[in-house]
T-cell receptor, first 110, second 115 residues
């Protein structure tokens, strides 16, 4: 079963704009990760934030984590057409497997 | 390319047939995972190996599914008597032994279509 949901389900923006997607989850976690999936392909790890961290940056990515609200957000700044993909949050609850959200489909138009 | 590889990339089969998928993880990774992803959903965990030992299986893995990792290297996932509901993308992922954050490295997936 899915750990939680992502919001919005789909997002359409213009190149250069920022994209924000949110993830909610249900149980306590060790860490939360974000993955990108291009159409019909495998997943690529983007960034990991531990449960004791509140914010993390990597290039154009900024992730926040609020464990009290069981939520996370991923911000992609200055979006490019190549950022078009589905984005998934995944939680590590300490039992080896990752539990994924339902994903946000991002479309960045030139 | 030293990433995770999966074979075949696509498989079309008729209901009732058996299919087998192969996953070759990154060479130094001792942990291997199988996930299933249906259209519009996130991946769902199926099973996990540490070396050759299968340590966890999801309730999604019915009796028709079996996974092996005989020498702790590549893994196979077999589905017997396929059903239309088995149509999905089957993803394999691996992880090195001492990674602190459980980042997983995914293969390109095998897309199964059951007619």
């Amino acid at each position: 079963s899915q750990q939680g949901e992502e919001d919005p389900q789909a997002l359409s923006i213009q190149e250069g704009e920022n994209a924000t997607m949110n993830c909610s989850y249900k149980t306590s976690i060790n860490n939360l990760q974000w993955y990108r999936q291009n159409s019909g392909r495998g997943l690529v790890h983007l960034i990991l934030i531990r449960s004791n961290e509140r914010e993390k940056h990597s290039g154009r990515l900024r992730v926040t984590l609020d464990t009290s609200k069981k939520s996370s957000s991923l911000l992609i700044t200055a979006s490019r057409a190549a950022d078009t993909a589905s984005y998934f949050c995944a939680t590590d609850t300490g039992f080896q497997k990752l539990v994924f959200g339902t994903g946000t489909r991002l479309l960045v138009s030139p | 390319d030293t990433g995770v590889s999966q074979d075949p990339r696509h498989k079309i089969t008729k209901r009732g047939q058996n299919v087998t998928f192969r996953c070759d993880p990154i060479s130094e990774h001792n942990r291997l995972y199988w996930y299933r992803q249906t259209l519009g959903q996130g991946p769902e965990f199926l099973t996990y190996f540490q070396n050759e030992a299968q340590l966890e299986k999801s309730r999604l893995l019915s009796d028709r599914f079996s996974a092996e990792r005989p020498k702790g290297s590549f893994s196979t996932l077999e589905i017997q008597r396929t059903e239309q509901g088995d149509s999905a993308m089957y993803l394999c992922a691996s992880r090195p032994p001492l990674a602190g954050g459980n980042e997983q490295f995914f293969g390109p997936g095998t897309r199964l279509t059951v007619l």
